[in-house]
Structure formats: C-alpha cells, structure tokens
C-alpha cells in the first residue's frame, strides 16, 4: 500500500511539475544553454564581425580586460563555461583584408573558446604587452581600435592602466594609429543574427508569460496581496526557472486618490509597499537575461471591482492612447535617421494628434539599456546629445519605452500608461519581438465574462 501511495504522490508531484512549466515555453538546460551561446559567438565572429570592421574601417581590434574588471565587450566575446576574464586576457581581431577570414589570437595563458587561439608563451617573453605589441607590428595594421569612449560607456572598457601599458610599448608610429573603436564596439553590441532573433522571440514569450502570471488571481488577492508581494514573487519564479534578471523589477499603483505619478520618486524615492485593491491599475516594470539576452517590459492590469467584467472605459481609452504613442514612435523608425531625429517626429506626430506623450527608448541585447541610438530620455524630450546622434542601422533591437499622460476625469487626476515593449527593426521595417500589449489585464479574470 505504502509503495501505491508513494506511486500515486510521485504521479501527481510530475502532474503539478508540468502543469507549471506548461506556462513557460522551454528553457533549456545549462549545458544546452552554453552550446547555443558559444555557436552564436562563433557565427558572430565568422560572419558578422568582418562586416563591421569594414564598415567601421578598422583592421585590428584589441579587447583587454583584468579579471572580474571586465570590459563590457570581452563578456560577449567569452565561451559560456567562462564567467570572467582570467588574469588578464587580450583579445585581438585582425582582417587581412575582403575575401579573407578574420584572424582571432588570445594574448593570454590559454584559449580562449574556440575562436581566439593562444598567441602567447611567456616563457619565451614573459612580458605580456610586449607580446601584443610583437604581434601588432608583424600584422602592421592601418588602424587599430580601442575600447575608448567618452560616451557610450559599454564601449569605453578599457581601464586606464590598461591603456597606458598598451601605449608604452608601441613604436611611435604603431602609436598613430591607436583610436577610438567606439562605433564597431556599439556595432557589436548592438547588431542581431538570424539565429539569435529566432530564439529571442521565445525569451521575450517567457517575460511575457511571467508578468501574466504574476498578475492574475494566481499571486494577487485584492485587500491582501502588496506590491512587494507580487515584486518578490516574480523575483522567485525568475529563479525557479533557472533565469536571471539585470534589474529589480517594480510594481505600482494608480488609484482614484489626489497623488499623481512623478517620474523622479519613481526611479528614485518609490513609494512603500501599498495592498493593492479593487479599482486599482498596476503597472510592473520587469526583465530576464537568458542565453546573454535581456527584455525589458512594462504592462499594465486593473483590478475589477465587484460586479465588473472588464475595466472601465475610460480607462480602457486612457491605455489605447498609450498605443497611439508607441504607433507614432515606430512609424518614424528609418534607417540612417538619428535618435534625437525620431524622437523629435515621433513627439511632434503625437502631439498633432493630441496625445501628450513623454518618450525614452533605448537599444537592447546584451545588456538591457544598450549601447545604440538613444530615443529620448524622460528628462531629456529635446533629445540627447551624443547617444541620440548615433544613427538607426537595420538588424537592432529596442525597448519601446514611452508614456501616454492622460486625464481622467472620473478620478479628477492624471494619469500615466507607460509601456515598454521590445522590438526588432531590419529592412522589412520594425516589429514587436512578442507582440505587444493592447488591453488592459484583469485580475481576477472573470469565469463568466458575458454573464452576471
């Protein structure tokens, strides 16, 4: 009987197990998740890479990083079973020219990965940068680039010292050619694969999946549950699923009470823990790093009151104003055209349809804010010098960040829909990576919505 009973546990434990993961799509294992990163940074490196160095008219590019100093570029060059630098590890990409592959050395104690061989023995130089400096003038590039920037700070990684020993044993004239690799290094970063935009579907799926969990009566019982609650409960589930995040997610409260939204105390005085309530709308800020990708997404869901089937309509038309916005912004998406250049029509193309929008998206990919053409910030509606200068190339992914101010007369206050959403954009134009939210969540969701 014991072993029956031990049976039937056993059976409905799996049950449960799946009937979870059901809601997810797959996440792979660990060792499945190293495979695919490292043959993404292979094809990377083989198909990718030389274009960009062309494009940028760089021949050799130096990536140096100490460990656990890491440049923000050498950690997208590392194989997966690598978590940091170690000791110090120099990086070299050389293109000998179109038509020939890229030459990929390690000025370090070993290999590292598959694609950058060791190119140092330091028992015959034990002198590291004068091995690198060896190899420099046996290749004689043209120009050779840096990770030096004054302000896109993922393409400014190497440190002072770095580059100071860096210089000290170049010839003078090798010295010359020593520039900013800014543009390639954003390049980089900011540039998707095939591969990579076939999966990321999926991981921005997951983030999506874990916000309509989190806002339904699954975790949220209105007069008991707290905004912390439902924050702390999606920081769990991240690590239930073996995922990671690159922020601490947020939850907040619009209500019918005097108090409007302020952008400065939300990033930087949030309002304590509040038990959320019938006739509430929630908001959560929330993303996941997986297979070194990020999302970034915020959505909205309103609390029924009892007897309501769906939100009230002027809360409804309040959020579709917030999609007029995000219209508005992505139809100014134009290869070439600069950050402050969309920007500037996106507000001006709302304003005329007397929406009162407020816009600030940024690039996403290897990092969740990311290097690439900054759109607005929300302190910034004028636009944003130097990263809003840098142009929109096709293959890039963004946040589409924004927020739609609107008046609620029922409420006598203004409110705020802000949304964020990621989007791809290559030469079909721009699309949503995941779709995007176009009504409000209910929580709970009615069995019977028709019915009363």
Not at 82 to 105: M, N, S
Not at 115 to 124: E, G, H, R, S, V
């Amino acid at each position: 009987m014991q072993k029956i009973l031990t049976f039937i546990f056993t059976i409905v434990l799996a049950g449960q197990v799946l009937a979870q993961d059901m809601s997810v799509p797959k996440i792979l294992t660990q060792r499945e998740q190293a495979e695919v990163i490292d043959r993404w940074l292979e094809e990377r490196i083989k198909y990718l890479l030389p274009d960009l160095m062309r494009r940028e008219g760089l021949d050799m590019w130096l990536i140096i990083a100490r460990e656990y100093n890491e440049d923000p570029v050498i950690r997208t060059m590392l194989p997966a079973t690598w978590l940091a630098a170690r000791r110090r590890t120099i990086l070299v990409v050389y293109d000998p020219g179109a038509g020939k592959e890229l030459e990929t050395y390690a000025i370090a104690r070993y290999n590292v990965g598959t694609m950058f061989k060791m190119a140092w023995n330091p028992t015959i130089q034990p002198d590291q940068f004068k091995a690198l400096s060896r190899l420099i003038q046996e290749k004689n590039p043209k120009k050779i680039g840096i990770n030096k920037s004054e302000h896109f700070a993922q393409t400014d990684g190497i440190t002072s010292n770095e580059y100071d020993q860096l210089m000290n044993v170049l010839p003078k004239n090798f010295q010359q050619k020593v520039v900013s690799a800014e543009k390639l290094a954003i390049g980089w970063l900011e540039t998707r694969t095939e591969s990579e935009m076939i999966v990321y579907q999926q991981i921005v799926r997951i983030a999506h999946q874990i916000i309509q969990e989190a806002f339904s009566d699954k975790v949220i019982q209105p007069g008991i549950t707290s905004t912390d609650d439902v924050v702390w409960w999606m920081r769990e589930r991240i690590k239930e699923l073996k995922l990671d995040t690159w922020f601490h997610p947020s939850v907040s409260i619009q209500r019918q009470d005097p108090e409007s939204f302020d952008h400065l105390r939300s990033f930087s005085e949030r309002p304590g823990e509040q038990v959320i309530l019938p006739g509430d709308l929630i908001h959560t800020d929330f993303g996941i790093t997986y297979l070194r990708l990020n999302t970034d997404t915020q959505q909205h869901a309103y609390i029924l009151k009892p007897g309501e089937t769906e939100p009230p309509k002027f809360l409804q038309d309040a959020f579709a104003e917030g999609n007029k916005v995000q219209d508005a912004l992505t139809s100014n998406f134009v290869v070439g055209k600069s950050g402050n250049e969309i920007l500037k029509a996106a507000l001006d193309q709302s304003k005329a349809a007397g929406l009162k929008p407020s816009i600030y998206t940024h690039p996403i990919g290897y990092y969740g804010h990311a290097s690439g053409p900054t759109i607005g910030m929300w302190d910034q509606q004028d636009g944003v010098p130097f990263n809003g200068d840098y142009p929109l190339y096709h293959n890039t992914a963004y946040s589409i960040e924004l927020n739609a101010s609107v008046f609620i007369k029922e409420w006598n206050k203004e409110i705020r829909i802000m949304l964020e959403e990621d989007g791809y954009f290559d030469k079909t134009g721009f699309r949503y990576i995941d779709g995007r939210q176009k009504e409000l969540m209910v929580i709970p969701r009615p069995m019977f919505p028709n019915g009363k």
